[in-house]
């Protein structure tokens, strides 16, 4: 059973205030649906987002309407759906005994993933959980990359070394997964103390951002991260990731305090709806504002949903029912809002959005294949690269003088 008051946000569409609703019908732009009004131009829109925040400890908030045009929309649209085939594919591949290990799945959660991305910067600094596939997507890598990792194949992002929860790339500004829960959290703080270092006086700070579950969210060191982030005024972003389950557990049985965005007591919080990618990058350019002028941390609760289990390990269904998860595709799928927001605004039509689909079912295929034409590392060099270094690290790829061997004999000098 979700918690009664963190559930009240994730549970219903955005409903428009009655000023607003005054506001559309006195406005001669044409009106598409409940979120979206104002036609401005032949490609541009301005969409609704009444009831898509809740503020804490804060003077403004996000704006209630977001401008998009449709190259925008559809960009969000095909990312979302890759990542969303990308997933599916990793649970076959799981089931059929290509991926091996720990394996932690994305789809429901897509819109977070996205709507961050697209209000981020490419120099802010980003690290997440093990459910980091997407995140990884988005930030400069490619189905190839990802399901190459998965496979253990020396073409993966992390050249098969890391696998599923071990995700980074330095030249994007992500900084992995974390197998870990909730250790990513002060490696962030870390990130953000270096951004506030290197920023130049007078301009606007990068930002850093660690994304972490509500089943971390009552950590120490996420306490002592926030603590130190609040005293040195860091341009630092907690966001919590609630998809209601900390593992198999509800957030109402696991935390006495659900309201993840007012966790930082006078540290300012925003809950988001993280369905809708439309409210994710309203809110989350408003967030990075806020953080980049200096004025300290921010806490951000992202309202969404994971349709796989925890991992694939859990089947996800003994501790909340299929009718439940049911229901949340049926009203919430984040896709489904994009489509249908899509249609309504005259951006594209279902056909069309059928041939995208069909499109990038077919590149996501063509990926996996590449993928697994790739071999796993071997070793010499790959084991042996990036553990040593002699000269204070300018040297990445310096094999140690000696590897000592279980079987002596095998033992390598260099």
């Not at 998009?68 to 005994?97: G, P, Q, S, V, W």
């Not at 920023?199 to 926030?226: L, R």
Request: charged share 20%; glycine share 10%.
């Amino acid at each position: 059973m979700i918690a009664t008051k963190a559930a009240s946000l994730f549970l219903r569409r955005s409903v428009p205030t009655a000023a607003a609703a005054a506001s559309r019908s006195s406005n001669n732009g044409r009106i598409f649906g409940a979120n979206t009004r104002l036609m401005s131009s032949s490609n541009t829109v301005t969409f609704d987002l009444t009831g898509s925040f809740e503020t804490h400890n804060l003077d403004t908030a996000p704006n209630d309407t977001i401008e998009m045009t449709k190259e925008e929309l559809l960009d969000h649209f095909e990312l979302m759906y890759t990542m969303r085939r990308m997933e599916i594919t990793c649970d076959n591949e799981y089931k059929a005994r290509n991926i091996r290990g720990f394996c932690h799945l994305y789809d429901g959660q897509e819109a977070v993933a996205t709507g961050i991305n697209s209000a981020f910067e490419p120099e802010d600094s980003w690290i997440t959980s093990y459910r980091c596939h997407c995140t990884a997507l988005a930030r400069g890598g490619s189905v190839a990359s990802v399901l190459g990792e998965l496979f253990g194949n020396v073409d993966g992002q992390t050249q098969g070394k890391g696998g599923s929860m071990h995700f980074y790339n330095k030249e994007h500004n992500f900084f992995g997964g974390q197998g870990i829960v909730g250790a990513q959290v002060p490696v962030g703080l870390g990130l953000a103390f270096a951004n506030h270092y290197n920023a130049t006086p007078g301009k606007p700070m990068q930002v850093a951002i660690a994304c972490y579950g509500d089943g971390a969210a009552n950590q120490g060191q996420i306490w002592e991260s926030a603590n130190m982030a609040s005293l040195w005024k860091l341009p630092m972003i907690f966001c919590i990731e609630n998809n209601h389950y900390g593992m198999g557990t509800s957030i109402d049985r696991h935390s006495s305090h659900s309201d993840y965005y007012k966790m930082g007591n006078h540290i300012p919080g925003v809950r988001m709806d993280g369905m809708n990618v439309l409210a994710v990058k309203e809110g989350m350019r408003f967030v990075k504002d806020y953080v980049g002028q200096g004025n300290g941390p921010m806490y951000v609760e992202m309202m969404t949903y994971r349709y796989h289990g925890h991992s694939m390990s859990d089947p996800g269904t003994t501790y909340r029912n299929r009718e439940e998860i049911a229901l949340t595709r049926s009203t919430r799928d984040p896709l489904e809002f994009v489509k249908k927001t899509l249609i309504e605004a005259g951006f594209s039509d279902a056909e069309q959005i059928k041939e995208t689909e069909k499109r990038i079912r077919k590149e996501v295929a063509e990926q996996v294949k590449q993928a697994k034409s790739s071999s796993p590392p071997t070793i010499e060099p790959h084991l042996y690269q990036y553990i040593f270094s002699s000269d204070g690290g300018k040297e990445q790829n310096e094999f140690p003088p000696h590897i000592r061997m279980p079987d002596f004999a095998k033992s390598k000098w260099y």
